[in-house]
């Protein structure tokens, strides 16, 4: 069943690899359709029945033990829903943001400590993509596809995480090569990548007397070069499959000519990765709210109180109800964002729309799913005390709620009144 819907994923990529429009967006030119295509109907489905019947199952398991979840991986790998952004060139799939989007939904709805897991590779290889010569491309885009490896987006620090001009890391050119000193801090993959023989996408600062948009520069690091120091797995409140460490630099030669586009260009590379993905990090909280959902409505169609279904219950049935229309909401927002640069144009404000929105109310559904279990969601017997632990990060990383506030709201002066009207 799933290596047939893999066989038509694949047909899709190319067929669809010579424009940047998907179907989907492509439908939109002759009016407004939500329906998806029969290739995103076929993606859909194969993420979906591999959340199913290999994530979900697995899911309490990895959460106890805090474990990376290697081996899903290496099958999501073979399957094509790792690294689907990567173009045919360079031996990928080629998919849109649409695409990812689809499939970020589905791998969280089963655990997002594995969706985020896979999605990590997605963030460190978009300033490559958007950024990097086609042999860097070729090179390190290429090394992806060829083995089940991670890589990491090496951009926060202890000091910079909203404030990312406040990064200190360093890059002293000396020759041919550039000698790299700092550290970095709550890096996704950031130990697993360098286990598998991954790379890094590093921003350091070059120009210590430039302006943030000229000081940084964008460079691809090989995890394995010497001088690399990967501290202890950090503990975290949820998606605790999930490798979150700091990484420190001291000494590290890189190539000169491991620099992604010139020198000066690592601020803007790396912030113009998160236009990208973003939309698919919303999906993923659509897929923790629509799983939190599902969870509260089987169970209150089951327990019983007062001679009747707690479903039944007005209190309960319109908190069933505030979650569906978030969940819808969430995700029209979401799939607006990717529609946008899906057809090439900005989408840095819908971007952060779709995160915010996407975050904060999957936060409140997962809360309400607690709720509706009462004492019962308070413990591990049901997945949803997960699920809350598991949703806060959607509010942090890539960007806090209140940064994509900021924004939206400089957007939206801009734009000035009107400036929102379809």
């Known amino acids: 069943m799933l290596s047939r819907v893999s066989l038509r994923v694949s047909r899709f990529a190319r067929n669809t690899s010579n424009g940047r429009a998907s179907s989907f967006t492509r439908s939109m030119s002759g009016g407004v359709s939500f329906e998806l295509s029969e290739e995103q109907a076929a993606i859909r489905d194969l993420a979906r029945n591999f959340s199913r019947d290999v994530i979900i199952p697995q899911a309490a398991e990895l959460d106890k033990?805090?474990?990376?979840?290697?081996?899903?991986?290496?099958?999501?790998?073979?399957?094509?829903?790792?690294?689907?952004?990567?173009?045919?060139?360079?031996?990928?799939?080629?998919?849109?943001?649409?695409?990812?989007?689809?499939?970020?939904?589905?791998?969280?709805?089963?655990?997002?400590?594995?969706?985020?897991?896979?999605?990590?590779?997605?963030?460190?290889?978009?300033?490559?993509?958007?950024?990097?010569?086609?042999?860097?491309?070729?090179?390190?885009?290429?090394?992806?596809?060829?083995?089940?490896?991670?890589?990491?987006?090496?951009?926060?620090?202890?000091?910079?995480?909203?404030?990312?001009?406040?990064?200190?890391?360093?890059?002293?050119?000396?020759?041919?090569?550039?000698?790299?000193?700092?550290?970095?801090?709550?890096?996704?993959?950031?130990?697993?990548?360098?286990?598998?023989?991954?790379?890094?996408?590093?921003?350091?600062?070059?120009?210590?007397?430039?302006?943030?948009?000229?000081?940084?520069?964008?460079?691809?690091?090989?995890?394995?070069?010497?001088?690399?120091?990967?501290?202890?797995?950090?503990?975290?409140?949820?998606q605790r499959c999930s490798d979150t460490r700091p990484i420190f630099f001291d000494n590290v030669e890189v190539p000169a000519e491991n620099i992604i586009g010139q020198e000066g260009n690592g601020f803007k590379l790396a912030m113009g990765a998160f236009d990208n993905t973003r939309p698919p990090v919303a999906a993923g909280a659509v897929g923790v709210a629509r799983r939190a959902m599902d969870e509260a409505m089987q169970y209150a169609s089951e327990r019983k109180t007062m001679g009747t279904t707690i479903n039944q219950h007005q209190s309960v049935a319109f908190m069933l109800a505030d979650m569906a229309m978030n969940v819808e909401a969430g995700r029209m927002l979401t799939w607006k964002s990717a529609y946008e640069i899906d057809q090439g144009r900005s989408n840095t404000m819908y971007a952060s729309m779709a995160k915010a929105f996407a975050g904060d109310a999957c936060n409140k559904i997962v809360a309400d799913a607690v709720q509706i279990f009462g004492g019962a969601g308070f413990n591990t017997e049901y997945p949803v005390e997960k699920l809350m632990r598991d949703a806060k990060i959607y509010q942090l990383y890539e960007g806090t709620s209140q940064i994509q506030r900021v924004i939206i709201s400089r957007h939206m002066e801009a734009r000035g009144p009107g400036g929102l009207a379809p």
Request: charged share 15%.
């Open 65 to 238: 033990t805090m474990k990376f979840p290697q081996d899903i991986f290496k099958q999501a790998h073979e399957l094509g829903l790792v690294n689907c952004h990567v173009s045919e060139s360079c031996g990928g799939m080629g998919l849109h943001t649409l695409e990812g989007c689809i499939i970020a939904e589905e791998m969280a709805y089963g655990c997002s400590g594995v969706g985020t897991a896979i999605e990590a590779n997605t963030l460190a290889s978009m300033p490559v993509i958007l950024g990097a010569s086609e042999e860097q491309k070729k090179k390190y885009l290429g090394r992806l596809i060829d083995a089940p490896i991670q890589a990491a987006y090496c951009v926060s620090e202890a000091g910079a995480g909203s404030d990312v001009a406040a990064a200190a890391t360093t890059a002293e050119k000396k020759g041919d090569k550039y000698i790299l000193n700092g550290s970095k801090m709550w890096i996704t993959n950031g130990g697993v990548a360098q286990e598998s023989g991954g790379w890094y996408f590093v921003m350091a600062k070059t120009d210590p007397t430039a302006s943030a948009g000229k000081a940084f520069t964008g460079f691809i690091v090989d995890a394995q070069s010497p001088g690399v120091t990967v501290a202890p797995k950090l503990i975290n409140m949820g």
